[in-house]
């Protein structure tokens, strides 16, 4: 977290607003960047995920225009202008496709669209694995809900912001960041259960267990990162085609067991069913009684969905096996890569008093690689996305 406090940073942005457009903002709105307890490459198989809002936010501080001009800057990355005419067809690149991509869906679901300046200030880590794309949509689209007079539930914002990424950005993801960063609970996991695309927020009472969730960005360069996405998924439909069912969810390892796939399949399949079914058990944990003194139970399911990641989906990197290893030999309960993978971030459930260790450790084994040093930082779940100022 900086010293800053959100509203200050929020006032802050919108009088650099004020500068930057010669008036003041209509208002500020903020989307939190995603962590996920448990549930990696569920989301796009009709299954299960345990993802979460961190502290580190997107924030747009916007004002309508009377013309059909966009203005969009940023404070980390530059200047953009378009019309709302580019939105259609046009391949924008960038930071500035996921402000218009969620304009683009906005106004394909039937908003009532005008030009706009936007200022965007960003603290969510960018290629960390901890979604800095969806926060933006789902921050934009939480200003145009608003501003265009388009009210929808958070729910369908996050699909609006979905569709934004595959539509425009040109990513297939699933729902999983959007949704969280649109529905995330201060002290919660949301439960999502993906088929009915409905979730339960789920307390994680970490301060009371003695606990904090260490994120190590590895910093390791995303490498075939989308291809590789289109293709995991590509793979676990045709399994699911072939173990004759709608999607992995409906799988269990005792059919797998006995379907003739393809060893590539049989292994893609595995994490799902068995990703999905550490998920329920995550979920049993959390809602046993007493769950604080309990919650140290996670790490084992923590550390083999990374095993699972790596050995039978395959998404893992050097990077990531090193900083996963290196945090569960100091001292973490578990630990596991977080998001699609490829690069990205670590996810460690570590004691409090044990955090200092598992950090040097992580460190020490970056510098015996000679690789950059990773950034090192805990995450607490926070709010989704709303009107900050
Ligand atoms: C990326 C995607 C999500 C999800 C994860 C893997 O973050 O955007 O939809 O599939 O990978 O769990």
């Known amino acids: 977290m900086t010293p800053e406090t959100d509203p200050e940073r929020a006032r802050a942005l919108a009088r650099r607003f004020e500068q930057r457009a010669g008036c003041a903002p209509e208002g500020v709105w903020a989307a939190p960047g995603r962590a996920n307890l448990i549930g990696e490459h569920t989301d796009y198989n009709a299954g299960f995920a345990l993802p979460f809002g961190i502290e580190q936010r997107a924030r747009v501080a916007v004002r309508r225009r009377p013309d059909p001009r966009l203005r969009l800057w940023s404070e980390q990355a530059g200047t953009i202008e378009l019309s709302l005419s580019d939105l259609r067809g046009q391949r924008i690149s960038g930071w500035a496709a996921y402000v218009a991509g969620a304009a683009w869906a906005a106004i394909e679901a039937g908003a009532d669209a005008t030009g706009f300046d936007l ?10 694995g901890l979604s800095s794309s969806a926060a933006l949509e789902c921050a934009t689209l939480a200003a145009l809900a608003e501003l265009w007079n388009f009210p929808r539930s958070p729910l369908e914002l996050a699909r609006l912001a979905q569709r934004a990424e595959n539509q425009v ?3 297939p993801c699933g729902l999983m960041d959007q949704l969280a960063a649109m529905c995330a609970r201060p002290a919660h996991v949301l439960w999502v259960d993906f088929e009915a695309v409905s979730f339960t927020p789920l307390e994680l009472p970490l301060a009371e267990a003695g606990l904090e969730l260490l994120v190590v960005d590895t910093r390791a360069p995303h490498q075939l990162a989308d291809g590789a996405y289109a293709e995991r998924r590509q793979a676990c439909q045709q399994a699911a085609r ?10 269990d390892l005792e059919s797998l ?9 049989r292994r893609r399949a ?3 069913i068995s990703e999905n079914a550490r998920v329920l058990r995550a979920v049993e944990i959390l809602r046993e009684a007493g769950p604080a003194a309990r919650l140290g139970r996670l790490g084992p399911l923590l550390s083999a969905s990374h095993a699972s990641l790596r050995d039978d989906f395959e ?33 460690a459930l570590v004691p409090r008093a044990a955090r200092d260790a598992v950090a040097g450790a992580v460190l020490d084994a970056f ?23």
């Open 119 to 128: 200022l965007l200030d960003s603290d969510v880590p960018m290629g960390a």
């Open 169 to 171: 950005a040109g990513v």
């Open 242 to 251: 072939a173990l004759g069912v709608e999607a992995l969810r409906h799988a």
């Open 257 to 265: 067991g006995r379907a003739e796939l393809s060893p590539e399949w």
């Open 270 to 272: 595995r994490h799902v």
């Open 315 to 347: 998404v893992s990197v050097p990077h990531l096996d090193v900083a996963q290893a290196a945090a569960e030999a100091a001292g973490a309960l578990g630990a596991r890569l977080m998001g699609g993978g490829f690069g990205g971030s670590v996810l």
């Open 367 to 389: 510098g015996e690689h000679g690789w950059a040093a990773p950034a090192l930082f805990s995450v607490r779940p926070a709010a989704g996305a709303e009107r900050v100022l």
